[in-house]
């Protein structure tokens, strides 16, 4: 399971995703039909703000037939496009509900999120998620109604797994300039005449780094990324550094991998674990500190390209894992 920051379940609903549920529905033909569109949409910018957060994905609302006035007027639709994962269906729930119908298995949704509404839509509860396999078996057994309670539907967690596993970051791409989502670029020093204060006030700034970090420890590193991982009931600011060099003469890529603290929190916390994974699973290298640290990583390695590998950072019962190829 990726239990990486698990932001709360209950999505409040702000006025522009409101403003845009009215004009989607002020669109369509009959009150009852737009009465429908306003609950998709508001289901689909509740499910989006929860990925946003939850794992840092900028989802494109354009995507989907749900944001397309034409599909609303003629489909009852509130997908959601996670790029190199598929489609969702974001179902809407309203508050006294016990159970959902829910439409025939569409062959182009990998799941169903179930997005259940407060008396005011105010806010919005993710009880779950379906996957369309799942569904399928259920519809062919005992119908199109499930009630909310029902152990086939799972934790949102089922969802956040199918991401983590099918989203790598090309290697390749990251040594060209072109990052994945929520990466981005480590300043590079823009003068060898900049006062070397004004520098590291430059990149702790933007990265939101501790007042103790050296400039000149991170100024190789190609990328970072952050992360807010979820310990009891803490949430921990950290940030992912990623490093990569091409040698002359060789093809295979260089690798270096930090997790440093961040978020104006000086030190990692005790027992931080950051793992090297192959894209089997196979642990290769492994570092934890009994005592905090202001960063840990793990000894830069080399890989031909096309190898795939994974990073897990672990504190307690809770991880978050990024897979990469090289």
Request: glycine residues 4%; contains cysteine.
């Amino acid at each position: 399971m990726h239990d990486c920051y698990r932001s709360d379940l209950k999505i409040d609903l702000d006025r522009i995703a409101h403003a845009t549920a009215a004009k989607f529905a002020a669109e369509q033909r009959s009150i009852s039909k737009g009465r429908s569109v306003y609950l998709n949409t508001l289901a689909v910018c509740a499910v989006r703000q929860y990925l946003s957060v939850t794992c840092q994905l900028d989802l494109d609302l354009n995507c989907g037939d749900s944001w397309q006035i034409g599909m609303q007027s003629i489909m009852n639709v509130a997908d959601l496009v996670i790029p190199n994962v598929g489609k969702i269906e974001c179902l809407p729930v309203l508050p006294t509900a016990t159970e959902i119908t829910i439409p025939a298995a569409l062959e182009d949704r990998i799941g169903y999120v179930i997005v259940q509404f407060s008396e005011q839509l105010t806010s919005v509860e993710l009880l779950g998620f379906i996957d369309s396999a799942q569904l399928r078996l259920h519809q062919q057994s005992a119908g199109a109604a499930i009630a909310l309670n029902s152990v086939e539907i799972q934790s949102i967690d089922r969802l956040l797994d199918l991401i983590y596993d099918n989203q790598v970051y090309n290697l390749q791409e990251f040594l060209a300039g072109i990052l994945g989502t929520g990466w981005e670029p480590i300043l590079q020093q823009r003068s060898a005449q900049i006062d070397a204060t004004e520098r590291e006030f430059a990149l702790r700034n933007p990265l939101n780094l501790a007042n103790n970090t050296n400039y000149d420890s991170i100024r190789d590193f190609t990328a970072s990324k952050m992360i807010n991982l979820r310990a009891n009931i803490a949430t921990i600011p950290l940030l992912m550094m990623i490093g990569l060099s091409v040698e002359p003469d060789d093809s295979r890529v260089k690798v270096r991998i930090r997790i440093h603290a961040a978020g104006g929190v000086p030190m990692l916390p005790p027992h931080l674990k950051l793992t090297l994974q192959a894209e089997n699973g196979q642990f290769l290298s492994e570092i934890q500190y009994p005592e905090a640290m202001n960063f840990i990583q793990i000894q830069s390695f080399k890989l031909h390209p096309g190898t795939q590998f994974k990073i897990r950072v672990t504190l307690d019962n809770s991880s978050f894992t990024e897979s990469f190829i090289a």
